[in-house]
Structure formats: C-alpha cells, structure tokens
C-alpha cells in the first residue's frame, strides 16, 4: 500500500467533557482547557517524555533463547527507522512523543500508518490524524480516514494503535480526560475562579444594601460604589469609601472557608490519580520526603511505566514484524539511569566483575568505541565453591 497522499498532525478539534456525559451545565470544559491545569499538563508531558526518551531497539531471537540486539542499520531498515527518524520529517522521539502527549493521554488512542517496502520491510510510520475504527465481518479492523474522495483505508496489519484504554467491543476506548471529566473540570473551574478574585483584587463580590429611595437610586449608588472599587483596586488603595447608613454585604463563599488553597492541592492528587503517577511527579512535594520519594520513583519504574512500555513494546513487534518472526521491538529500560551516572557506573562495574557483560558490552551502553580484548568475560577470582574452601586453607598451611 502506498504511503497516505495527505498528513496531518494537527489535534482534532476540542470536544466538550460535559457534553459528551450529558451533564446539565453552563460551563463547558474542552481538552485544551484541561490541559491549562498545571497538573495535567505536568502529568502528560512527563509521561511522553519518558516514552519518548528511552532508546528503542530491534533484537533477534537466537537459538538458544537469548536476544541479539540488531546493529546493522544499512542492511535494517527498520532498525534504523525506530532509532533515528521514522520518516523524512519526523525523529523517532518526536513521533513517540507526539503519540502519548496528542494522542494517548489526552484523546486516548494514537494510530499510526506502517509504509513498507517491497520486501514488506517497515521503511516509513506516518501519524493518521482521528481516523475511524471499524470491525469488518471478517473480524478483523478497519481504519479510515478523510471523506469523500480524499478518504483511505488501511488494513489493522498496516496500523500501530495505541489506546489508553479499550472498551469491551475492543474497538472503540476511552479517553482519561474525559472519562474523569468531573474530577478535572474542578480543576479547571477552581483555577478560573481564583484568576478573576486575583484579577478583581482579591475582592469577591457584594451586595450594597442602604436605603434607596427607588430603582434608579439603587442603581446609581451601586455604580459609584463598584467604580470606587476600581479605583481603589488600580492605585492600590486600602480604604473604600461607603455612603452613610448603607453597608456591603459579601456575596458566595469565602475563599478562606472554600479552603481554595487545600482543593487546588487536592486536584493534584485527583490528577496524580487520573494518570497514576506519584503526586511529587507533579511538583507536589506536600508529602514528600527524601525516602518516600524515592520509593514512589522506584514504584513509577517498576509497575506503571512498565505497563505502558509492554504494551508499545508488544504493538511495534506485532505491526512492523508479525506473529510468528524472530525480531522483536524492546526498550533499552537502562535509559532511566542514564541521568544517574554513580548508579550507572557502580552497576556496570558490578556486572564486568560478576561475568554478566563483557567490557565492550558496558561501554556500548554509554556509547564509547569497543576496545581490544574487551569481548571476553571477567569473573573475580577471589570466589570459589564452597567445597574448595578446606582444600585451599590445607594447601596454604
């Protein structure tokens, strides 16, 4: 199949959250403006740039059962294509990146185009903008995008499709954003409304309550006091002035009483929630101290970024080589050390003086040049069987 005519990678236009739960409201709360609440866009932005950052390789299965990591990327298209660039105009990191924080996170689903060759080798991935899934009598899926005469069909062997979360009929999914909507559209109305108390001066509004001698005289003395207000707010006054026998009556909440300081710390966590990530992730340190941030790190590592690395790693291997071939896609996971360089070093020591990685197999990891005599294993030999123990300690005496 021939690459698509025309690409766009522009996000689909917002769709109302309420609108589409039916909820009876005059606010309405897009995407967009979900991704204006500082949590969202610090949980999304964190999330694609972990996937984006750690490097993707190509490795072969050997007889043995062992993978062999794929380093000739003349001879491999693909190898090259999933490292460096995946098309023309686009990185291999941009694309992933792209992918979670345009798509995965905030939509729920990112789909990609496969162009291959003549040898059906994966050779260009180009992003389809909001294609539609279908289910054919076959059973198999069907993506389309466009109408009329600019639509296209793709076959599911030639799509990568990557969904936050699927629904029961396996064909349709579910989007974070909206699927929480009532969790993030307090959010988004608690930071509006602290913007237009701060815009106003940290004043909320009032009622002006006085002896009026009818409507008109009402309304004038609401006016003069609302400019006075203005006008102390502008030069930054503390005195407002208030015709005599006539007082100011606060209308709503306190914004103390609200607690509007705890419930902004609170959407933190319900965003932390949406998108399981430490709440320190985020920036919010309320709780956090040196070991349990460490411990939320290592939990990160260990049960939430290992789903979603799985899931890209299982769909690029199904997509660009089949079911039954050799080749597999995996992320080289020891990318998350790479901004901890005693770790890293005290690991790669630990492993050449054990027998586990040859010395040139270490310094491949850190991108330095193999040197001579460092394809061979290295063990300490200070350590013996146990059983050798009595007969070492006889032949020294």
Known sequence: MNKPETRSYTQNTPQTIFEIFGLQTSATVSIEEALGVPAVWSAVNFISGVMASLPLCVYEKTSNGQKRKIRDTAANPTVSMLFDAVNDDLTSFQWRYDMYSTGVL?????????????????INLFPLESAAVK?????????????????????????????????????????PLRQCAVAVGKAVHGAEFGSKLFNNGGMPPYALEGPFQGPESASRASANVE????????????????????????????????????????????????????????????????????????????????????????????????????????????????????????????????????????RQMENREPKDGGDDLYIQGATIPLTQAEALTNDES
């Open 227 to 362: 400019q006075a207000t203005q006008e102390v707010v502008t030069r930054g006054g503390l005195v407002l002035p208030i015709p005599t026998g006539h007082k100011l009556i606060p209308l709503g909440s306190d914004p103390e009483k609200m607690q509007m300081v705890e419930s902004q710390r609170f959407a933190v966590e319900e965003i932390a929630r949406i998108y399981m990530v430490p709440p320190t992730f985020l920036q919010d340190l309320t709780h956090g101290t040196h070991s349990n941030t460490e411990q939320q790190a290592l939990q990160f590592v260990k049960f939430y970024a290992q789903r979603w690395i799985e899931q890209f790693e299982a769909e690029l291997t199904l997509k660009l080589f089949g079911r039954r071939s050799r080749r597999l896609v995996a992320f080289d996971v020891n990318g998350f050390l790479r901004g901890d360089y005693t770790t890293r070093m005290e690991g790669n020591a630990r492993a050449i003086q054990t027998g586990q990685l040859t010395p040139n197999e270490a």
């Open 106 to 122: 905030t939509e729920g689903r990112a789909v990609t185009y496969v162009e291959r060759d003549s040898a059906g080798r994966a």
């Open 135 to 175: 289910r054919l009598d076959n059973g198999r899926k069907e993506y389309q995008t466009g109408t009329g005469v600019n639509s296209r069909k793709y076959d599911q062997a030639d799509v990568i499709d990557v969904t936050y979360c699927i629904k029961p009929d396996l064909v349709t999914h579910r989007s």
